[in-house]
């Protein structure tokens, strides 16, 4: 049981950005992955998703096994995987609450509906712990949202999903502190054995409320460096020039 | 004299299923006044229906107008031009009971009712097992109800015999026979529809619906409605359902003529699904006296192509009229709708909210027209149309024509045209739903503010409708 990426290469239209990716992630595990503009960490979690404007060229990425490549956006969401938007679409027309039963109902067999006072109960609860305001349930999906409104809401929906691995892709930029702690707790009480999570940040910021157990530098496409914790301090302190590609390294 | 052809007998194992759940049948008619439009055809029709020297008088100088009328081509779509109108049967009348039973309906028929929620009395007429018969039961108690406050609801023939005095009151009036050609063929050749007086103070509780009075000629091609809501009365009238209604014939031609005495309010809400093959062309409008509102909620799916654009003449002071609409064209139908405001009277203010869809080839036109003359004063118009195209070649045009002289008036506009973005469809596809499932929430999400102002069953209906619509969209 893990989410296990080997070997993989994706690119848009005449250049490659991820160039052989290696990653495991198993349950209980929170991993963080950092690393400069365009070393491919926001097009890591797209491609894992299944966003059509990447190709895969080659590699595997197995979900507890199976592998998710040639599934659908949404049977990859089914099948466990989540991914808190960097940049939140809006919706308009469409409630946040009909949007999470909608969600949560595509996950059941044909023809069954969820229960709606459980449905709610939950929600309210959820909410709670995120801070947010009740009329997030009947306003829009993400319309209207401040920045750091949609990032809760992302959370919102995770905690609602319940998903067995979730990458979070920059959930800190454009947060504040107040911010940063409330979702960084949503996040926190999410986090279970059963659970594992993908941390995509530029900041060390996020890691002191989150606490990542792995941390992965990303340079051009790679995983150059893995380390604990003390990475990020360090990668903050020196920022990813010093990082060279330890494979690349060994290989010499 | 009339002799009536025999009756031809179907089997039920003759209805046809598309995939899209229309669905067509052979009709069996007891009177039938055969191919094309002369002055016989309209002796024949006035001869069944009994008519009156006046009415039969009417239809015939109607024919007239309308084979000089030309075809709008030149503002309309060339599309017209196919329409033959030799091809077509203007009057025929279902004399007999069918003799199909809910057991012989095919099957798929069924489950295009069930996967759109159509109560069961509806779905018995629908599927032509029905044409007038236990619905007779539930329209005699809302009749019933509203009698007993004097309302008169009956179809537009028994309104023009019973009641003849208000009828020919009104009758052409509001939409005069050479409107434009099809209200004059639709003047030469009506049958069907509804005539309602309510009289004055009366506030109708129910919701007159057609659907209570469903039989043959309810769903005529060239139904005929007039609706009078004396001073100080309200009424809405719902008319249309959302399932997909069988068409033997292609042409549809309606005129419906609304008039809202002093202070008292209209609202008709239209809900209708042609097949693919229909021609729509309708003439809707009301006329609103001092203080009086008509208010037209409307919603067109399918056909191949719709031509509508309710008006609301606004004669008196302070006079409202209100355009709602939804249009949803998919590959292979033209929706072309809009509004029209004649403001004929100082203080008063128009609305029209129009949204619409293009999904895959489909093409959806607006057609406003706001008329607010000179010599006026504090006349306020406010028109919104947005159009949501869902695939790349998708169309939408908008044609709004405001005119306004004099400047004592407020008017605003704005139009929008989207398309829901792949993005958008990722993100909603990232959270679990299928690609059809994402699209029908983002257009769901599009008509949301509207289709709240359509009653509650309609408002469910139309949802699982757009469900259905979009499912057959998406690769």
Request: hydrophobic share 35%; net charge negative.
């Amino acid at each position: 049981m893990s989410l296990e990426i080997k070997a993989l290469h994706a690119q848009i239209p005449g250049r490659e950005i991820l160039k052989g990716l290696n990653l495991t992630i198993n349950p209980g595990e929170v991993h963080a992955i950092m690393g400069p503009n365009g070393s491919g960490k926001s097009t890591l979690s797209k491609v894992l998703c299944g966003h059509e404007d990447y190709e895969v060229t080659s590699g595997e990425v197995l979900l507890d096994g199976e592998n998710i490549l040639d599934m659908e956006v949404d049977a990859r969401s089914r099948a466990g995987l989540f991914l808190a938007f960097q940049y939140p679409h809006e919706i308009p027309g469409v409630s946040n609450a009909n949007f999470l039963r909608a969600a949560l109902k595509a996950r059941l067999p044909k023809g069954e509906d969820i229960d709606a006072v459980k449905f709610y109960k939950q929600l309210y609860a959820r909410m709670d712990q995120l801070e947010m305001d009740r009329s997030f349930t009947s306003r829009s999906v993400n319309e209207g949202f401040s920045g750091g409104e949609k990032k809760r809401n992302e959370i919102l929906q995770l905690m609602m999903l319940e998903p067995k691995y979730a990458i979070l892709d920059e959930t800190d930029s454009g947060l504040d502190i107040d911010a940063l702690k409330i979702v960084s707790r949503g996040v926190n009480a999410m986090r279970s054995e059963n659970r594992g999570f993908l941390v995509i940040t530029h900041y060390q910021r996020l890691l002191n409320y989150i606490q990542p157990d792995i941390v992965h530098v990303l340079k051009d496409g790679r995983i150059v460096k893995t380390g604990g914790k003390e990475l990020s301090l360090e990668l903050e302190e020196r920022g990813y020039d010093w990082v060279t590609d330890e494979s690349l390294v060994a290989a010499a | 004299m009339v002799t009536a052809p025999e009756p031809v007998d179907s089997d039920i194992s003759d209805i046809k299923v598309d995939n899209t759940g229309n669905f067509t049948f052979p009709e069996r008619n007891k009177f039938d006044s055969g191919f094309g439009i002369t002055d016989k055809t309209v002796d024949y029709i006035a001869d069944v229906k009994g008519d009156p020297d006046w009415i039969r008088e009417f239809r015939h100088k109607a024919l007239k107008v309308f084979n000089e009328k030309p075809m709008p081509t030149h503002w309309a779509t060339k599309d017209l031009e196919n329409i033959k109108f030799d091809e077509f049967r203007y009057y025929l009348s279902d004399g007999q009971k069918p003799k199909r039973s809910w057991d012989d309906v095919p099957e798929d028929v069924k489950k295009t009712f069930d996967r759109l929620g159509i109560p069961e009395q509806e779905r018995k007429f629908l599927a032509g097992v029905e044409a007038q018969y236990d619905s007779e039961a539930a329209y005699s108690n809302i009749k019933a109800a509203v009698e007993e406050q004097g309302v008169i609801f009956v179809n537009s023939t028994e309104g023009l015999h019973k009641y003849p005095e208000i009828f020919k009151k009104w009758f052409g009036k509001v939409i005069p026979t050479g409107d434009n050609k099809f209200s004059a063929l639709n003047s030469a050749v009506f049958s069907g529809g509804s005539f309602i007086y309510v009289p004055p103070g009366v506030k109708v509780s129910h919701p007159l619906q057609a659907y209570f009075r469903i039989n043959s000629e309810q769903f005529g091609q060239f139904e005929r409605t007039l609706i009078i809501a004396d001073e100080g009365s309200e009424v809405m009238y719902m008319e249309g359902c959302t399932a997909p209604k069988f068409e033997t014939a292609t042409l549809h031609s309606a005129v419906v003529e609304l008039v809202a005495m002093k202070g008292a309010k209209i609202q008709y809400v239209t809900v209708q699904n042609w097949s693919s093959n229909v021609f729509n062309l309708v003439t809707k409008r009301g006329i609103a006296h001092e203080d009086a509102e008509v208010r037209w909620i409307d919603c067109n799916i399918g056909s191949r192509l719709t031509m509508k654009y309710p008006g609301v003449i606004m004669k008196g002071r302070r006079a409202r009229g209100e355009v709602i609409s939804i249009a949803l064209a998919n590959s292979g139908q033209h929706q072309d709708t809009g509004a029209k405001m004649v403001h004929a009277a100082d203080d008063t203010t128009s609305n029209v909210i129009s949204k619409s869809i293009s999904i895959g080839q489909g093409r959806s036109t607006y057609r406003g027209l706001v008329h607010i003359p000179k010599h006026l004063k504090g006349c306020k118009n406010n028109t919104e149309c947005d159009a949501l195209l869902i695939n790349a070649n998708s169309h939408t045009d908008t044609y709004p024509a405001i005119s306004v002289r004099g400047n004592q008036h407020s008017t605003q506009h704005e139009a929008s045209v989207s398309q829901v973005s792949a993005d958008q469809i990722f993100y909603l596809m990232q959270r679990g739903l299928t690609e059809a499932e994402a699209m029908s929430l983002s257009v769901n999400g599009f008509i949301n503010d509207l289709v709240k102002e359509f009653p509650m069953e309609y408002s469910v209906e139309l949802k699982r409708l757009i469900d259905l619509e979009m499912e057959g969209s998406v690769g």
